[in-house]
């Protein structure tokens, strides 16, 4: 029998004794928890405050990581050459493997991350998640996470691309799971967006632990959204909205700046807070506020006054038309 017969059979056996599903059990099965990582050199922080190394094989498994000092000394290091990687592939878990550029970079938890596309050193094939972050306040306890594999799609980081590596980042924060799932589902629509995002919330535990709600992957073919500024705007007058919101949080470095969508069907709608007016204003384009035939036809941008305790409008969505400038009568 060969190896692969013998671990399906074994992922059968261990489906059936423990009431696992199938794929679960296989997953259990080939996914190797051996991998051994030797480092060598002191894992000080680069001035990025990232420890940055390359991979070399060592042994059956194995790897050894060579620490360098920033991500242009790594990437030189690297000199374009590529390592096979083996891994499984999530959902079938068939073995499989991969040329990756063999830069890695350590997280602050400890894990080593193969730079070019997320995956654990120690468990490569899919992208792994990051550690949970405590909400900035009690009131926005569900976070929406992203992850972008290049600037634009089919480039690969460290080769076509030296920006920043993939790293998952904390674009919003929502007081509801409604409002957390419209602004995810957002991130991947389009062209050159996210490639994946996330909804992070409370669990259903005892202990309340913060866990993964869902999550949404990049279509193959996505298509271009429409670029700003609009041709034509949305129907109808831009509707008055409700005084601004009060930000949630006192945290200094924490959300505030809010963005709120209007459409025909549910009136005004917050699209979640922010840490910056960009961060908002890629969201509001994401969710094509204003586009000719889209969901949502006015949007707006409050932030903090830096000099007094009130909030001011930032942008408005879409940029207004010449009659909203013109005085009455």
């Known amino acids: 029998m060969t190896q692969d017969k013998q671990q399906k059979k074994a992922a059968r056996e261990l489906a059936e004794a423990e009431g696992l599903a199938y794929a679960d059990a296989l997953r259990r099965i080939r996914v190797r928890s051996d ?13 990025d405050g990232v420890v940055w190394g390359t991979a070399e094989p060592a042994g059956v498994q194995g790897w050894r990581i060579h620490v360098h000092r920033s ?6 290091a690297a000199g374009g050459i590529r390592v096979r990687v083996e891994y499984t592939a999530p959902g079938s878990w068939e073995p499989a493997s991969a040329e990756l550029l063999p830069v890695v970079w350590r997280r602050p938890d400890g894990r080593w991350i193969w730079a070019a596309c997320g995956w654990a050193m120690d468990d490569p094939g899919d992208i792994v ?4 972050e405590q909400p900035p306040a009690p009131g926005l306890p569900y ?22 590596h993939p790293v998952w980042r904390s674009t919003a924060w929502c007081a509801t799971r409604s409002e957390a799932d419209l602004v995810a ?3 991947v629509r389009w062209r050159h967006a996210a490639h994946r995002a996330q909804v992070w919330g409370p669990g259903d535990t ?5 866990r993964r709600l869902a999550s949404w992957s990049a279509p193959e073919d996505r298509a271009a959204g429409q670029g700003m500024p609009y041709r034509q705007r949305p129907p109808g007058q831009r509707p008055d909205g409700p005084p601004p919101a009060i930000p949630p949080t006192a945290a200094a470095e924490g959300p505030d700046v809010h963005l709120r969508v209007w459409s025909p069907p549910t ?13 908002a204003a890629v969201t509001a384009w994401r969710l094509q506020v204003g586009a000719p035939g889209a969901q949502w036809h006015w949007g707006d941008i409050w932030g903090p006054d830096r000099h007094g305790p009130g909030r001011n409008l930032l942008d408005l969505l879409p940029d207004p ?9």
């Open 206 to 210: 005892p202990d309340d632990r913060r």
């Open 185 to 187: 589902a957002a991130q």
């Open 129 to 132: 998640d990051a550690p949970p």
């Open 267 to 279: 009136g005004w709608t917050t699209a979640g807070w922010y840490t910056s007016r960009q961060a």
């Open 143 to 164: 976070q929406v996470r992203t992850i972008s594999l290049g600037s634009r799609d089919g480039e690969v980081w460290g080769s076509d691309y030296n920006g920043s």
């Open 71 to 76: 991500m242009a000394e790594v990437l030189r």
């Open 35 to 47: 991998r051994r990582i030797e480092v060598v050199g002191d894992p000080v922080p680069a001035p």
């Open 321 to 329: 038309g010449p009659e909203e400038y013109l005085p009455e009568g």
